[in-house]
């Protein structure tokens, strides 16, 4: 079975400010792992993702995501957050034997952005 | 490319009344998927199908029924709507993934249903 956690419900930051959402996996193989960000009243809009190779991944919107698999993380992370960046965001993963390409979703983590 | 656009945005049904959200993609995806988000839950795999014809359950299946008749099309059923159901239900879609591939899910505005 393969499972994600996001230990944290709400995110606070400042505007400016590094931002980090933490994100935590269980798989029996190997992962393939996925950022999405949801803002209000909007369906998920992907982020980025990791499947092998190098462990920092960049991706949309100056979002990148670092992969340590000694830790099981797959924490998401942007150097310098913008207002507009106030919104639900939800990792997945999914196992690479898989079938039909099924991610599991963690519970979402809301970040809030202040001026 | 219109990319997944989902029908009805907004239902409000009764106690044991029927519907069906309508699910379509124009960019040839292989697979197709329902979810349902609730607070705090993330989103929980209904049904899925992994090619024309082909259905099967996800996570939380119980009074939902899908059908897949053409490849752009992803249909979801409520029989018989119960209040547990009130949810925002979501449909994707995606490449077939394969080994050492994973593609990802693109994701329809979402339909907001509410059972009374």
């Known amino acids: 079975a393969q499972s994600v956690a996001q230990p944290e419900d709400q995110v606070n930051v400042a505007e400016g400010n590094p931002l980090t959402v933490k994100c935590t996996y269980s798989?029996?193989?190997?992962?393939?792992l996925f950022w999405y960000v949801q803002y209000p009243n909007r369906g998920l809009q992907f982020l980025l993702k990791?499947?092998?190779?190098?462990?920092l991944v960049k991706g949309s919107y100056g979002f990148e995501a670092e992969f340590n698999k000694s830790q099981t993380s797959f924490h998401l992370k942007k150097p310098s957050a913008l207002v507009s960046d106030s919104a639900l965001y939800f990792c997945?993963?999914?196992?690479?034997?898989?079938?039909?390409?099924?991610?599991?979703f963690g519970g979402g983590t809301r970040v809030l952005v202040k001026p | 490319n219109a990319g997944v656009t989902q029908t009805p945005k907004f239902r409000v049904l009764k106690t044991g009344q029927s519907m069906t959200l309508l699910c379509a993609q124009d960019?040839?995806?292989?697979?197709m998927y329902w979810y349902r988000q609730d607070p705090g839950m993330g989103l929980r795999l209904i049904h899925y199908?992994?090619?024309?014809?082909?259905?099967a359950k996800g996570e939380v299946p119980d009074g939902y029924n899908v059908s897949r008749l053409k490849k752009q099309n992803f249909l979801l059923g409520l029989e018989s709507a119960a209040p547990s159901q009130t949810s925002v239900y979501f449909c994707?879609?995606?490449?077939?993934?394969?080994?050492?591939?994973?593609?990802?899910?693109?994701f329809g505005p979402g339909t907001r249903l509410t059972v009374t």
């Open positions: 960019m040839n995806h292989e697979y």
């Open positions: 199908s992994v090619g024309e014809g082909t259905t």
């Open positions: 798989v029996s193989g190997n992962p393939y």
């Open positions: 994707a879609s995606s490449f077939e993934g394969r080994a050492g591939r994973a593609y990802e899910q693109y």
């Open positions: 990791y499947i092998t190779g190098d462990n």
């Open positions: 997945a993963v999914r196992d690479f034997k898989a079938a039909g390409n099924k991610l599991t």
